[in-house]
């Protein structure tokens, strides 16, 4: 049964539609603040099907980004008791404390790390607006932990070009099987343990 590949021709599809740079932003935007879903699935795609505006692509997504982190930051300093009800029976409560306690440690450079890494990136924004990290600083790490991130998506999707293309249609369907299985057994694992 084929579903992964036509799958990847809509996401390509969508990918060159007119409005996908605004798309971008607003995802790019969301997913700094509140939204659960990483920008990489709509970055990746449109880099590889316009190769020659992916640097462009990841500076909108690194733009738009850090603007979403300011406004997470802004939540967590000035609406925290608002939405602290809701995020203590989310999924993202432990997550929330950790961040916090990691703040305290380190400061900045876990801004740059949770920028970087596919860590929720928003729940560092606001564990930061709480703590009221020194605004400036946290701007730098922000700007520098998504920029690294979304130009080294772009970059290695430029690196790979027409050959990764190819690679990926080729291979889509069993990649998405695979990813099925890893996340089947994730949660079969996570369900036993706890």
């Not at 740079?21 to 995802?27: D, H, M, Q, S």
Request: charged share 15%.
């Amino acid at each position: 049964m084929k579903i992964f590949g036509p799958l990847y021709d809509r996401v390509i599809e969508w990918s060159r539609h007119r409005f996908a740079e605004r798309y971008l932003a607003v995802l790019s935007f969301a997913e700094s603040s509140f939204f659960p879903v990483p920008v990489d699935v709509m970055l990746a795609p449109m880099c590889l099907a316009d190769l020659g505006r992916a640097w462009r692509y990841a500076f909108i997504a690194t733009a738009f980004s850090v603007i979403g982190g300011l406004a997470g930051y802004a939540i967590g300093w000035g609406a925290f008791e608002s939405i602290q009800p809701w995020l203590a029976e989310s999924r993202y409560w432990g997550a929330y404390e950790t961040s916090r306690d990691w703040l305290g440690r380190y400061g900045i450079w876990v801004i740059f790390v949770a920028g970087f890494s596919p860590i929720p990136y928003k729940v560092f924004t606001i564990a930061a607006g709480v703590a009221a990290l020194n605004l400036p600083v946290f701007f730098i790490g922000s700007l520098i932990g998504r920029g690294a991130r979304f130009f080294l998506v772009a970059g290695l999707l430029v690196w790979g070009g027409e050959k990764l293309e190819t690679t990926l249609r080729t291979y889509v369907e069993r990649i998405g099987w695979i990813t099925v299985a890893i996340v089947a057994l994730v949660i079969i694992w996570l369900t036993v343990r706890g």
